[in-house]
């Protein structure tokens, strides 16, 4: 079967650096999303991995390593506007979009 | 660029009636809409995908007599949910895939819906 996992929940300082993680086992691999999803409202794209490596984008980075099935979301400088679910998505051979879970991640002042 | 509207945003509707949800691509045209259904504090659960000019493509144990599926132009599709039920309350996400972007899908605002 297809799986994704991400931890269900993490707890971070205002200021601070968080990583959340995603490994997956898919019917192939066409890349990986992240989204940021705030309660109550639609997810919104974070990023897109399709090649092994490290995307930066501002306060935000994503990690791909296909050989290992693994991904993560990096978030520096946190926010109390961070306080949301992020959610890892990978398209499958059939480019199928299968969600994980989601991590909701709550930020401490 | 790629924004999709929902219409309601929120919608009440008494046991036994039907309740239509809009998606619509306002600055693109979407090749593909996805509908999605979430519970609280639970990851999106896609129902079904249509293709314009096509029949929907449901999902493993969604009934697509109860939920009807429309993708009738590149820029509008809709979803009737048919004989409301109180389970069927829910938090209902559209998201629409251009002939551009191959993999990305945008996401509408999404519909809560309560069934009384």
């Known amino acids: 079967g297809q799986n994704i996992d991400q931890p269900t929940e993490m707890t971070a300082t205002e200021g601070a650096i968080v990583q959340i993680n995603c490994t997956y086992q898919?019917?192939?691999?066409?890349?990986l999303f992240w989204y940021q999803q705030h309660a109550g409202e639609a997810p919104t794209f974070l990023s897109y991995?399709?090649l092994d490596g490290l995307e930066e984008k501002g306060r935000f980075s994503s990690f791909l390593s296909r050989s290992k099935g693994y991904s993560y979301l990096l978030l520096k400088e946190l926010q109390m506007k961070d306080s949301a679910s992020y959610l890892c998505?990978?398209?499958?051979?059939?480019?199928?979009?299968?969600w994980g879970a989601g991590t909701k991640l709550i930020i401490k002042p | 660029g790629a924004v999709v509207s929902q219409h309601p945003s929120r919608v009440i509707c008494k046991s036994g009636t039907s309740v239509k949800i809009e998606c619509r691509s306002l600055?693109?045209?979407?090749?593909?809409m996805f509908w999605y259904r979430q519970f609280p504090k639970k990851s999106l659960m896609l129902m079904a995908t249509?293709?314009?000019?096509?029949?929907?493509?449901?999902e493993q144990g969604v009934e697509k007599d109860k939920f009807l599926i429309n993708h009738a132009s590149l820029t509008l599709s809709t979803l009737t949910v048919t004989s409301a039920h109180p389970e069927d309350s829910s938090f209902y996400i559209c998201?629409?895939?251009?002939?551009?972007?191959?993999?990305?899908?945008?996401f509408g605002p999404g519909t809560r819906l309560t069934v009384t």
């Open positions: 998201s629409a895939r251009g002939l551009q972007s191959s993999y990305e899908q945008y």
């Open positions: 600055d693109f045209q979407a090749t593909t």
């Open positions: 249509s293709n314009e000019g096509s029949k929907a493509t449901y």
């Open positions: 898919t019917s192939g691999f066409n890349g």
């Open positions: 991995n399709v």
């Open positions: 998505a990978v398209i499958d051979s059939n480019y199928q979009l299968i």
